[in-house]
């Protein structure tokens, strides 16, 4: 065993112990997002169309958008009352993380059975703990482009629907093709799926065209709220409860508005702010990537937050205010101009 | 002679009469963008590196974010004062363009010379007297793509700067591979180019991350006058002339705001009314691809302007609120509602 949080497998011995399993059960990160969804969805197609009796377990919320996406496969919901069968003794595989945090209602499950868990992941970091058996590729985009190379070890090449589920977790995870996590295989793995059938422009109708019009209203609110701070290189946006009841939005509605400000071209980092009660706030943090890039990652655990190096969150226990002028002084101390 | 606006000649055949060449003169269409731009810097880094002599005619306005690309390149502009020489007698490539409104300024200079003039062109419409050599290929979904061929044809692909410059005209044409217009092709000349060398945060950097923050002022606005009409299905934002003097930005600021209401669900046909002077109103139209689309081109022609079938253009003589109403009746005409 390899205590660092890299592969000890190849695909190919994964796909031998998932063709030598009978029944298999697929999990992910709470809230699952697109590659989340669209990677074990991915996955629980090819193994019910190799005869194996396959469930898929959620921890909620499950964006209601991507519902249709889930029709007829065997999806349930792993919350503080529903677990797996506690005596399954068969496969799990675990996709998209391999950190223990993120495995929430369901992981005092998964720890009773470590040695029969696969873990496929692309994130940097994870625990080796969780799975015997770990395929870690951080040059992949998504998990989506792991699930897709695995499954080419498993058979002949992903059908139209399964291609579907690929595509959109590659699609979210790389916001479109833009994020500086792309590579030439994304592109090469988008034109095989469209050659399988994928409608690309369905999933971008479903995945960015099925909003009511309170979110762009809560847009616009977030909009007309944003500062500069520090010569330009950080913007703030802020949200209050008041933004929020009088759009009509919910705090989901808020998705992505913190890459908005990414546009102004003297921006290194942003951030929305999120009021969710009078003395509690949700960061949102993204920086732009490049040589100078500001790691919100470690931004964040200055917060008691984390995420990845470009896009993180925090929560911070206090107004709206306080919560500016905070971040305003940990950005300066980053930037050296404290 | 075929006189339907389609290709009369194959890329190979246009290669060789590239190639024969001493000296080409390189244009597109009035306004370049991204896939203008880039298609033709592209043909004419290739065709310097044949060794051909090559000069850029743009007319302007060139969006500042993508001049230094042009760096190092034979660049022009032809507006009412400045037309190449009179006397020049060797090969003209029109791209990206057939039509001869589009054509402005440098147009009376090429009507002297079409049987020294090739076009590429992607577009559904445009005049076959334009060009005696013609290829027109409307599956692809730049003219980049059309100009990644050709230089297929002319020799050993494209370099690292060529590449980018393919990219760039694919991304911006595609709205980062999320328009319709996307096909297999688009996602396997894009992983190619990746493999040339392209950066492709860095040309995403360039394209949507260089903006002044009176652009997000501006959507802020567009964003808080979003109303819908046609039970949801029409979404109109109005920007005042007191919107564009008090956040600072031009109308060019407000590039892409079109499609921010495409976001919600209900919504087939969105515009964005930019008040330009007391009495005259400019509208930028969208259309969601699809069975049910509204074809936006017939729209505008109402108002006497055009473009594609899901984004088209139009200008109204009158105040906002007179705009607003006959718009609201044309859509509903169109929707069989009214």
Partial sequence: MNDRYESNATLDEIATRLRSSRRVILTTHAK?????????????????????????????????????????????LADGSHLP???????????????????????????????HII????????????????????TAAATAEIVADLIDCLGDGPDRRTAEALFLGIASDTGWFRYSNVTPRTFEHAARLLRAGVDHYAIHDM???????????????????LELALDGRLAIM?????????????????????????QIGTVKVSCLMAQNRSDHVKFSLRSKAGADA???????????????ALAAGARFQGT???????????????LGTD
Wanted: overall charge negative.
């Fill in 294 to 308: 500001i790691d919100v990652n470690e931004l964040a655990k200055r917060f008691k937050g984390g995420g990845h």
């Fill in 32 to 76: 699952p997002d697109g590659d989340a969804l669209g990677s074990s969805l991915a996955l629980g197609l090819v193994l019910d169309q190799l005869g194996i009796e396959t469930q898929i377990w959620y921890m909620p919320p499950v964006p209601a958008m991507f519902k249709p996406l889930l029709a007829g496969m065997d999806v349930r």
């Fill in 320 to 334: 709206l205010d306080e919560a500016k002028l905070a971040l305003i002084q940990e950005v300066a101390q980053i």
């Fill in 207 to 225: 995945s960015d065209q099925q909003h009511q019009k309170s979110r762009l209203d809560l847009m616009g609110r977030a909009l007309a709220s």
């Fill in 238 to 262: 802020q949200l209050t409860q008041d933004d929020y009841r009088e759009s009509g939005a919910s705090i989901e509605d808020g998705h992505g508005f913190s890459e908005l400000p990414q």
């Fill in 119 to 138: 873990v496929l992941d692309h994130h940097i970091e994870g625990d080796v703990g969780v799975a015997d058996m770990r395929y870690v590729d951080r």
């Fill in 85 to 115: 069968d506690p005596d399954y003794d068969d496969l799990v595989v675990v996709l998209d993380t391999g950190a223990v945090p993120q495995l929430s209602h369901i992981y005092p499950w998964l720890e009773t059975r470590t040695d």
